[in-house]
């Protein structure tokens, strides 16, 4: 599997971005993919993720301090992830990964322990 992570960049707050993720070599039944945020000096956190399952179809999960402002979303077609990021503050600059991970657990979708595959990260600076 490889997760290839773009549209980092700096902005100011209030503002928003998106971020992609090109997924290619996932041949799961079931899996799922995931955006995660590592700020400086902090523990990587989950964002947002969004299953995928012949039997169940999609679902999308998110942190609680990024629903309403952050949006998940799949084009299968081009087989890239998405991540638009909007009314962005401050303390969310970091590292954006993608992760990936063969089947999933609903309880651990933002659990970084739980995916095996990631990205090389996007910077993303939000200025005060």
């Known amino acids: 599997v490889q997760l290839v992570e773009s549209g980092g960049g700096p902005v100011q707050a209030g503002g928003s971005l998106r971020l992609a993720c090109e997924i290619s070599?996932?041949?799961?039944?079931?899996?799922?993919v995931a955006w995660f945020r590592q700020g400086p000096g902090k523990e990587r956190e989950g964002d947002a993720a969004?299953?995928?399952?012949?039997?169940?179809?999609?679902?999308?999960t998110y942190a609680e301090s990024v629903k309403g402002r952050f949006t998940i979303s799949r084009d299968n077609a081009k087989n890239i992830m998405y991540l638009q990021m909007d009314s962005l503050k401050p303390e969310e600059s970091g590292v954006y990964y993608c992760?990936?991970?063969?089947?999933?657990?609903?309880?651990?979708?933002?659990?970084?322990?739980?995916?095996?595959?990631w990205g090389q990260g996007t910077q993303v600076t939000v200025s005060s």
């Open positions: 070599g996932i041949h799961y039944r079931a899996y799922c």
């Open positions: 992760a990936a991970a063969g089947g999933f657990e609903y309880a651990r979708l933002l659990d970084p322990g739980f995916y095996r595959n």
């Open positions: 969004i299953t995928s399952s012949m039997t169940s179809g999609s679902t999308t």
